[in-house]
């Protein structure tokens, strides 16, 4: 396949993954825009009544099956910073494909931030993806249960509960 039809596949995915969330904030009652193209600091705009806040969408493809959480840091193509280096979201909401369904935890991007900061990865990929991500690998029930909330299984209300507490 050649780079063209990686990326859009990757494209695709990753609109998946903002569908999902999105509808689930919507389910909550959020009002959700996506950020405009070609913004790199997050991907959707959120909003209710006064509060504002916005959030960045990680589709990992592969955490099922090797039980670590990839977090993107650089773009090695570009040499620039990409993904916790270059969100400024205040939320990172992390999906994870489980069979047919998409599993979605949530973490403030600021606790995320922290924790890559100070954690040593349990490993580096210098080219993951399409050659174009530079990517911390953490085991997936340790960052999973100190940083992230899984709201995908969550009733609407908790949902909205699980957001005020991760804003604080």
Request: aromatic share 6%; with cysteine; net charge neutral.
């Amino acid at each position: 396949m050649d780079t063209y039809n990686n990326m859009h596949n990757d494209i695709k995915r990753g609109k998946l993954a903002e569908t999902r969330v999105a509808d689930l904030l919507i389910a909550s009652g959020y009002e959700v825009s996506w950020s405009p193209k070609g913004c790199k600091e997050h991907d959707l705009m959120v909003k209710k009544g006064r509060k504002k806040f916005t959030v960045e969408v990680k589709y990992d493809l592969m955490a099922a099956k090797t039980s670590n959480i990839a977090i993107e840091y650089h773009n090695p193509k570009s040499n620039i910073p990409s993904g916790i280096s270059a969100t400024k979201s205040n939320i990172w909401a992390h999906c994870i494909k489980d069979d047919d369904n998409i599993v979605v935890f949530i973490a403030a991007t600021a606790a995320l931030v922290e924790w890559v900061a100070t954690q040593t990865p349990k490993r580096i990929v210098e080219l993951g993806g399409d050659a174009n991500a530079s990517l911390a690998l953490y085991d997936m029930d340790t960052i999973l249960d100190r940083i992230f909330v899984r709201i995908d299984d969550q009733t609407p209300t908790e949902i909205e509960k699980i957001i005020k507490r991760t804003l604080k």
